[in-house]
T-cell receptor
Framework: TQLLEQSPQFLSIQEGENLTVYCNSS?????LQWYRQEPGEGPVLLVT?????EVKKLKRLTFQFGDARKDSSLHITAAQPGDTGLYLC?????????????FGKGTRLSVIA | DAMVIQNPRYQVTQFGKPVTLSCSQT?????MYWYQQKSSQAPKLLFH???????NEADTPDNFQSRRPNTSFCFLDIRSPGLGDAAMYLC???????????FGPGTRLTVL
């Protein structure tokens, strides 16, 4: 059972386009992280959201945590080839479970110049 | 810079030949994790150490073992690698058990 559903699984877009990827669950999370992973490398933390309804911006990336803390979205404005990678969401259950951090399967983004 | 280091970056072993992967951190974090990641899949947690307290995931095969001799170092031992164990192995750390995690660059394991 995949407890964090990410969509879409794959996304291929042209440079300059906007995109949104989603991370959904039926469970409540006390915090949720977004990571980007490039081929052959480990995931790199982009952001942590902890408050329902919270919006965080990181340059052209906008992250939102759902009001009920069950879902999150990542919006990229004017995508660039350097944004290419696997985007993973990961959450800490509320209350915490045995597994410290639960990962989604990721969205593989390809930005074509 | 504070970081998580994994050695080697690439490891080739033979079927059934024991192999050890290493991870070190300069972040002074209490928790260290080992994940297995296969192509196009999410990282799968194998086990983690909270200080010296070892926590094994229920579905981690007995073939996988870990050691944490001190705060800075953690090792993953695969006693008898099978072809299905070929994967990227990721080490991560966090200040406490339910915090955001910081990953190393990974070790790509090939089993011949």
């Amino acid at each position: 059972t995949q407890l964090l559903e990410q969509s879409p699984q794959f996304l291929s877009i042209q440079e300059g386009e906007n995109l949104t990827v989603y991370c959904n669950s039926s469970s409540v999370f006390s915090s949720l992280q977004w990571y980007r992973q490039e081929p052959g490398e480990g995931p790199v933390l982009l952001v942590t959201v902890v408050t329902g309804g919270e919006v965080k911006k990181l340059k052209r990336l906008t992250f939102q945590f759902g009001d009920a803390r069950k879902d999150s979205s990542l919006h990229i404005t004017a995508a660039q080839p350097g944004d290419t990678g696997l985007y993973l969401c990961a959450g800490v259950y509320s209350p915490p479970g045995n597994t410290p951090l639960v990962f989604g399967k990721g969205t593989r983004l390809s930005v074509i110049a | 810079d504070a970081m998580v280091i994994q050695n080697p970056r690439y490891q080739v072993t033979q079927f059934g030949k024991p192999v050890t992967l290493s991870c070190s951190q300069t972040l002074n974090h209490n928790v260290m994790y080992w994940y297995q990641q296969k192509s196009s899949q999410a990282p799968k947690l194998l086990f983690h150490y909270y200080d010296k307290d070892f926590n094994n995931e229920a579905d981690t095969p007995d073939n996988f073992q870990s050691r944490r001799p001190n705060t800075s170092f953690c090792f993953l031992d695969i006693r008898s690698p099978g072809l299905g164990d070929a994967a990227m192995y990721l080490c991560a750390t966090s200040p406490d058990r339910y915090n955001e995690q910081f990953f190393g660059p990974g070790t790509r394991l090939t089993v011949l």
